[in-house]
C-alpha cells in the first residue's frame, strides 16, 4: 500500500467503488429465523460488507450527523480556501502561472459544489449549510486562517495543504457513504495536480536566484506547521474518530495520517532541495518511518476556536461574498421559476 503512489490508490478505490455496485449485500447474516431483522441489522451488514450506503438506505441518525458534519466542513474548506490563493491571481508572475492558479481556484469552488451537493444527499438545504458556516456553527479546515505572503506561499500551499488535503482524502475515496466516495474519487485526482504544480513552483524557486529559493525556504518554514495541525488532534484528543472508523466513514486515524505525510513529504523536500523547519526530524530505523516534532496542538485549538491570523478576515470575505451576490441568486431563481412556468 505504502509503495503506491497516492493515484494508484484512487485508481483502486474506484474499482472497488464500481464493484461493490455490482454485489448485493446478503443482510440476513446468521440470524435464527425467529428473530425479527432490523434496519439497524441490514446497515450494520452493508457496513460490514464493505457496500456503500446510499441516500435511500435507512442509517442512524448519528451516522447522518457525523457525514453532515464533515462533508459541510470539508466544503466550506474547499470555498474559504480559495480567499488565500485567490489573493495572488492578479500578481501571478507570467500569464502562464496566472492562468495555472487561476484552474486551480476554479477546481476548488468545484469541489465545494460537488460537496455542497453529497451533504444535500442527507436532508440539508445548501442555503443551511451556508448560514451555519457565516454564523459560526459550522468549521472550515484551521489551514486557511494563515496569510498568503509572497508567491512562494502559492507553492507552498500546493505541495504542502494541498499533499497533505489527498494523504487526508484518498482514505475517503473508500467512504462507506456512497455519494461522499463518489465526490471524493474526482476531488482526489484534481488535487493531485494541485500538488504538482505547487512542487513544480517551488522546484523553479528553489533552483532560481538565491533571494527566490530564500523566498521558497520562508515559505515552506510557516507552511509546514500548519499543514501538519490539519490532519486535527492526536488521536487521544480526537472527538469523533473511534466511531467514524467503526462505519468506515474515516479508514485512519489522524496521527497515522500525519505520519504517512511526514514520511512522502522528506524525501520530496530533498529533491527540491528545501530544508523541513523541524531539528528532531530523522530517519527511525526501529520504526521503519521518520521521526518528527509534532505540531503545536494548542495552536491548533485557538485557531479551531477562532483566534487564528485571519478567521475574521476570510468570514467577513465570506459573508460579504454572499451578501454582494444576493441579486444574482435572485435572478436565478426568478429565471428557474419562469421557465417552470411558476412564480419565485
Ligand atoms: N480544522 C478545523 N477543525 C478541525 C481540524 C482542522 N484542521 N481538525 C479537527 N477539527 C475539529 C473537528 O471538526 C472536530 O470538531 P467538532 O467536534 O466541533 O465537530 C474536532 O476538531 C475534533 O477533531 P476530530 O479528530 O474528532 O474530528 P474528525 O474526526 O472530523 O477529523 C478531519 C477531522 C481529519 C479534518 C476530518 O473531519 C476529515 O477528514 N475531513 C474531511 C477532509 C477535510 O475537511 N479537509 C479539510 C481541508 S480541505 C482542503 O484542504 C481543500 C484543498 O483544496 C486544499
Not at 503545536?296 to 483566534?307: M, Q
Request: hydrophobic share 40%; net charge negative.
Amino acid at each position: 500500500m505504502d509503495g503506491d503512489t497516492l493515484l494508484d490508490q484512487v485508481e483502486r478505490a474506484e474499482r472497488a467503488l464500481v464493484d461493490a455496485s455490482r454485489r448485493s449485500v446478503r443482510t440476513d447474516g446468521d440470524r435464527p429465523d425467529t428473530q425479527e431483522r432490523t434496519v439497524q441489522d441490514d446497515f450494520d451488514a452493508i457496513i460490514a460488507a464493505e457496500q456503500k450506503i446510499e441516500p435511500r438506505d435507512w442509517m442512524p441518525d448519528a451516522y447522518r450527523r457525523t457525514l453532515i458534519r464533515q462533508i459541510a466542513q470539508h466544503a466550506h474548506s474547499e470555498i474559504i480556501g480559495m480567499q488565500p490563493e485567490g489573493n495572488w491571481i492578479s500578481r501571478a508572475p507570467s500569464l502562464k502561472r496566472k492562468a495555472i492558479l487561476l484552474a486551480k481556484v476554479q477546481d476548488e469552488a468545484g469541489h465545494g459544489l460537488y460537496l455542497y451537493a453529497a451533504a444535500e444527499t442527507l436532508g440539508i438545504g445548501r442555503d443551511e449549510l451556508v448560514a451555519m458556516l457565516l454564523e459560526g456553527r459550522q468549521k472550515y479546515s484551521s489551514i486557511f486562517n494563515y496569510p498568503t505572503l509572497t508567491w512562494a506561499d502559492i507553492g507552498a500551499i500546493g505541495w504542502l495543504v494541498d499533499g497533505a488535503a489527498i494523504v487526508n482524502q484518498v482514505p475517503l475515496c473508500r467512504c462507506s457513504y456512497g455519494p461522499y466516495a463518489r465526490a471524493m474519487i474526482r476531488i482526489c485526482k484534481e488535487e493531485s495536480f494541485h500538488q504538482r504544480q505547487g512542487f513544480e513552483i517551488l522546484f523553479t524557486l528553489s533552483h532560481g536566484t538565491p533571494g527566490q529559493r530564500d523566498m521558497a525556504q520562508d515559505a515552506v518554514n510557516r507552511w509546514w506547521y500548519p499543514s501538519l495541525a490539519m490532519f486535527g488532534p492526536p488521536d487521544a484528543d480526537s472527538t469523533h474518530s473511534e466511531q467514524s472508523m467503526a462505519w468506515g466513514i474515516k479508514r485512519f486515524g489522524n496521527d497515522d495520517l500525519r505520519q504517512r505525510f511526514v514520511d512522502m513529504c522528506v524525501p520530496q523536500a530533498e529533491v527540491l532541495g528545501l530544508t523541513l523547519p523541524d531539528d528532531g526530524l530523522r530517519w527511525d530505523a526501529d520504526r521503519d518511518r521518520y521521526a518528527f516534532t509534532p505540531p503545536d496542538f494548542d495552536e491548533l485549538a485557538r485557531v479551531i476556536r477562532g483566534d487564528g491570523p485571519c478567521n475574521r478576515q476570510r468570514l467577513a470575505h465570506r459573508r460579504r461574498a454572499q451578501d454582494e451576490g444576493a441579486w444574482v441568486r435572485e435572478a436565478a431563481a426568478a429565471h428557474a421559476a419562469k421557465r417552470s412556468g411558476g412564480t419565485p
